[in-house]
């Protein structure tokens, strides 16, 4: 079974601009979280989709959204990019409840 | 917020050695998980423990849970250079809290050749 997937790897984005990131899950997952990691603040929870619903948020500004298409697939857009974006940007998929965490290797954002 | 706290924040030891993290959180939960974390990639479970058990074993790790202290332990058996990551503890908050999973800032290990 493939694992998670998330495109692209590297991104280099300019202050103001914004990004759009990709995550396929775990086929037959269909619950997709999405984390941001830094060296300051850790793992921290962006928000969370099942069944193209976003079921969770976690404390981030407006600027950070996401959806979840039919086959399950997600994307999360960062708009009005700053400084402090720059991180790794994770995405997991679940099967069901509360199992486990499948992680991807993630995709490192560097804002300039 | 974090929840979970790992201690130590780093720790270093001979292959072969056994290696002890620890972790506290703060909230009533349902689970506690222990992922790792290898350099720039992304994080892969290891073992999940529910707030009913005590103790866990899975290979050469083992997992202790004690809820009235709000803690808990991962005991790395006859360490392997391959176990050189970065370990976090993961906390599903029980009584409605739904922001994901509550992640430390985690220990780094190193298991020295």
């Known amino acids: 079974k493939a694992g998670v997937t998330q495109t692209p790897r590297y991104l280099i984005k300019t202050r103001g601009q914004q990004v759009t990131l990709s995550c396929s899950p775990i086929s037959g997952h269909r619950s997709v979280s999405w984390y941001q990691q830094t060296p300051g603040q850790g793992l921290q929870f962006l928000f969370e989709?099942?069944?193209?619903?976003?079921?969770n948020k976690g404390n981030f500004p407006g600027r950070f959204s996401g959806r979840q298409f039919s086959n399950s697939r997600s994307e999360m857009n960062v708009s009005t990019l700053e400084l402090g974006d720059s991180a790794l940007y994770l995405c997991a998929s679940t099967g069901a409840g509360n199992s486990p965490l499948h992680f991807g290797n993630g995709t490192r954002l560097t804002v300039t | 917020s974090q929840q979970g706290e790992e201690d130590p924040q780093a720790l270093s030891i001979q292959e072969g050695e056994n290696a002890t993290m620890n972790c506290s959180y703060k909230t009533s939960i349902n689970n506690l998980q222990w992922y790792r974390q290898n350099s720039g990639r992304g994080l892969v479970h290891l073992i999940l423990?529910?707030?009913?058990?005590r103790e866990k074993h899975s290979g050469r790790l083992r997992v202790t849970l004690d809820t009235s202290k709000k803690s808990s332990s991962l005991l790395i058996t006859a360490s392997r250079a391959a176990d050189t990551a970065s370990y976090f503890c993961?906390?599903?908050?029980?009584?409605?809290?739904?922001?994901?999973?509550?992640f430390g800032k985690g220990t780094h290990l190193i298991i020295q050749p």
């Open positions: 423990i529910r707030s009913n058990e």
């Open positions: 989709y099942f069944s193209e619903t976003q079921r």
């Open positions: 993961a906390t599903d908050e029980s009584g409605g809290g739904a922001d994901g999973l509550t």
